[in-house]
């Protein structure tokens, strides 16, 4: 049975029930009946809060996101201005608090993506709320002065996203790089992009 948090509602606690059950079972294991089980829920329960399977991943892909901002904390980013070394700095903590404390969140992530790559309309969903960390990363490449912030926040969503792959599922799952490493790593990236004349 899924441990329920206090303060958590019914409808969190089935999305988190759902993003257990991608985890370990992956999106064949992902039926309402499974989720009631092991929510301890009575039958039919996530029926009643998600009635079709689309409803039940939108559910999830809701949660995921809501999940991830708690651990990616957009809020946490340094005010517009700050410089590269104290903006690399803050996206190494985030992103080395969730290769190390949120593993799980990273597989059902890559679940719920390749799902969306096979359904439009969850395409759409997941496209959405992804974009709560889009923006603000658009928004600190201009601050910082790139000639192109929206490719450069792709350049480092990018190096994030390599990085959470190769960590979760690649051949570095067994050796996370430390968060002075990652920052290293932001940091070389970020001069490259905006240190330097853009390239021709």
Same mark, same amino acid.
């Given at each position: 049975?899924?441990?329920?948090? &206090?303060?958590?509602? *019914?409808?969190?606690?089935?999305?988190?029930?759902? =993003?257990?059950?991608?985890?370990? /079972?992956?999106?064949?294991?992902?039926?309402?009946?499974?989720?009631?089980?092991?929510?301890?829920? &009575?039958?039919?329960?996530?029926?009643?809060?998600?009635?079709?399977? !689309? %409803? =039940?991943?939108?559910?999830?892909?809701? !949660?995921?996101?809501?999940?991830? @901002?708690?651990?990616?904390?957009?809020?946490?980013?340094?005010?517009?201005? $700050?410089?590269?070394?104290?903006?690399?700095?803050?996206?190494?903590?985030?992103?080395? *608090?969730?290769?190390?404390?949120?593993?799980?969140?990273?597989?059902? *992530?890559?679940?719920?993506?390749?799902?969306?790559? /096979?359904?439009?309309?969850?395409? @759409?969903?997941?496209?959405?709320?992804?974009?709560?960390? /889009?923006?603000?990363?658009?928004?600190?490449?201009?601050? @910082?002065?790139?000639?192109?912030?929206? *490719?450069? %926040?792709?350049?480092?969503?990018?190096?994030?996203?390599?990085?959470?792959?190769?960590?979760?599922?690649?051949?570095?799952?067994?050796?996370?790089? $430390?968060? &002075?490493?990652?920052?290293?790593?932001?940091?070389?990236?970020? /001069?490259?992009?905006?240190?330097?004349? &853009?390239?021709?």
């Amino acid at each position: 049975m899924a441990a329920r948090n &206090p303060g958590t509602s *019914r409808a969190e606690l089935i999305a988190d029930t759902a =993003l257990a059950l991608l985890t370990e /079972r992956g999106m064949r294991g992902l039926t309402h009946r499974a989720v009631d089980e092991l929510a301890g829920l &009575p039958q039919g329960s996530t029926s009643n809060q998600a009635r079709t399977r !689309r %409803a =039940l991943l939108e559910a999830a892909v809701g !949660r995921q996101a809501e999940r991830e @901002a708690k651990v990616l904390v957009p809020a946490e980013m340094p005010a517009p201005g $700050s410089g590269l070394d104290e903006l690399a700095g803050a996206l190494a903590l985030s992103l080395h *608090r969730y290769l190390t404390d949120h593993r799980e969140l990273l597989v059902s *992530r890559y679940e719920l993506a390749l799902e969306a790559t /096979r359904r439009p309309e969850l395409r @759409a969903y997941y496209d959405a709320a992804g974009r709560q960390f /889009r923006a603000p990363l658009v928004a600190l490449m201009k601050a @910082a002065g790139s000639s192109a912030p929206e *490719r450069h %926040a792709l350049s480092l969503i990018s190096f994030s996203e390599g990085l959470m792959f190769s960590c979760a599922a690649g051949s570095y799952h067994a050796e996370v790089p $430390s968060e &002075p490493e990652i920052r290293l790593g932001f940091a070389e990236l970020l /001069r490259g992009m905006l240190a330097g004349p &853009p390239l021709r």
